[in-house]
């Protein structure tokens, strides 16, 4: 499996190829192209397709990770009536129409992790829908599919050492375009700030964002972590910030990119930051269209097996009445066929009737219907913590199993309440009960049957 990340700059444009396939990624291929225009044009585009293939040899280009440079984005803090992610993405971008130097329509935004304590305080990040529909239709036409737009954000907290599946804790510092400052607190960000390139050589405000972001948590001093090459007077101004070693094969320049191929190498990083393409959008749409299809033709499928078992029953009742039927003709004709003697009819008659009544009860058609059995099976359930796990209906005969709870009280409840719904000309007793190997429920079986139809379980 192959990842690729891309960052493009003001003269750059930077790809790193991963190969995802083993435990610690390997670098495949890590190339650049200087741009004609600040953030590429389209023959750069090609120029880096080529490079790639070039680094690649035989392998197909895999879809790839864009991350946008701090100098095309807009971070903006916000406090939102919510504090889980799905539902802060949903209504934060209320809060920046109107608040950006762009068109509402032109936003395309979305909002870094925050930490897990949840206050709902989150970090948006934003840029013109046109500045990113238009790199990755350019990186598109050159054969590179772009499957997602992150932020430079979001390719440092995927460089960010490891603890436990979650960035570590601390303050970020990296100059991959412009100067970046994350503060990384439970997993998301607590604080963050960005700064053109050209303050870190008088980095006195910088400093000031530091000491800010350390100070607001209280307690100890968190560690600070230095990513990338940066100026000496940054650096120099922070003596015990821990410097975070570059991967083998990658230089400072290439970070960025880097940390993009990471995104689809670890997915719980970053919240599933994404600007969301039209292209992605339709490409969503249409998985969702996919999944509607597939699970109404399964629901279509559920309901025609359903009406099939239902007819089949019915079907199977009235064979047994139909045979009932003729029988009663066959035996009236037998006895009356030419009856004179009203009175003596009427005596062979009731005779014959009751002939009938026992052989239904043979047959088994002078039973309820299956649907009113379990109407009153169903109306029987006493409240508490019971549930019924199977029923099966033979002529007059249902047997009930499930189980109820912890509480075998609720067995004999049940019981008497059939017992009531079905009325005197029935039984009901309990055949089974106990608890389960766990202990956790009380398993149960019922057997209501008509009384004088004692035939073996």
């Known amino acids: 499996m192959y990842t690729i990340g891309i ?53 197909p280009l895999p879809g790839a990770v864009l991350t946008l440079p701090p100098a095309l984005t807009f971070l903006r803090p916000m406090t939102l009536p919510v504090t889980d992610l799905p539902r802060a993405r949903a209504i934060h971008l209320a809060e920046l129409e ?7 329509e032109e936003i395309l935004s979305d909002l870094l992790p925050a930490p897990r304590e949840g206050s709902g305080f989150f970090f948006a990040v934003a840029a013109r829908r046109s500045l990113v529909e238009s790199a990755s239709e350019r990186f598109m036409a050159a054969g590179i599919r772009v499957d997602r737009v992150v932020t430079d954000p979001v390719a440092l907290l995927l460089l960010a050492p ?41 980095p006195e405000e910088i400093l000031g964002a530091v000491r800010e972001a350390a100070g607001e948590f209280g307690g100890a001093p968190p560690a600070v972590f230095l990513v990338g090459e940066l100026p000496a007077p ?6 015990g910030a ?42 969503e749409r249409e998985r969702d269209r996919r999944w509607k299809l597939a699970t109404g033709i399964a629901a279509g499928v559920a309901v025609l ?33 030419e009856v004179r003697n009203v009175v003596q009819a009427g005596v062979q008659i009731r005779e014959k009737l009751d002939s009938l009544r026992r052989q239904q009860k043979e047959l ?62 029935y039984s009901a007793t309990v055949q089974e009960s106990g608890g389960s190997v766990k202990g956790t429920s009380v398993k149960f079986t019922i057997l209501v049957e008509k009384k004088g139809d004692r035939r073996a379980p």
Request: aromatic share 6%; hydrophobic share 45%.
């Open 242 to 283: 821990e410097r975070i070693p570059l991967p083998e094969g990658v230089s400072s320049a290439h970070l960025a990119a880097y940390g993009a191929a990471l995104a689809p190498l670890r997915p719980d990083v970053g919240g599933g930051f994404s600007l969301r393409t039209s292209a992605e959008t339709a490409m």
């Open 7 to 59: 960052s493009i700059s003001r003269d750059r444009i930077r790809a790193v190829a991963l190969e995802g396939s083993t435990p610690a990624p390997r670098i495949a291929a890590a190339v650049s192209v200087p741009t004609a225009e600040p953030f590429g044009t389209p023959e750069d585009a090609v120029a880096l397709s080529e490079a790639l293939r070039g680094a690649l040899p035989g392998v």
């Open 364 to 425: 088994g058609t002078d039973a309820l219907p299956p649907a009113d059995v379990l109407q009153l099976a169903s109306r029987a359930l006493p409240k508490g913590e019971i549930a019924v796990r199977e029923t099966s209906i033979d002529g007059s005969r249902l047997r009930i199993a499930g189980d109820a709870g912890s509480d075998a009280r609720l067995v004999e409840t049940y019981r008497a309440g059939l017992a009531g719904a079905f009325g005197p000309d």
């Open 234 to 239: 940054l650096a120099g101004a922070l003596p």
């Open 98 to 104: 109107g608040n950006l130097p762009i068109e509402d």
């Open 162 to 202: 490891d603890a436990a599946g979650a960035p570590r804790d601390g303050i970020y510092l990296s100059t991959f375009n412009d100067v970046l400052l994350l503060r990384v607190s439970g997993g998301g960000v607590a604080a963050a700030r960005q700064f053109p390139q050209a303050m870190a050589d008088r």
């Open 305 to 337: 097996l359903a009406l099939g078992a239902f007819w089949f029953a019915r079907w199977t009742e009235g064979e047994k009445a139909a045979r009932t039927r003729a029988l009663v003709k066959k035996e009236f004709a037998a006895v009356a066929p």
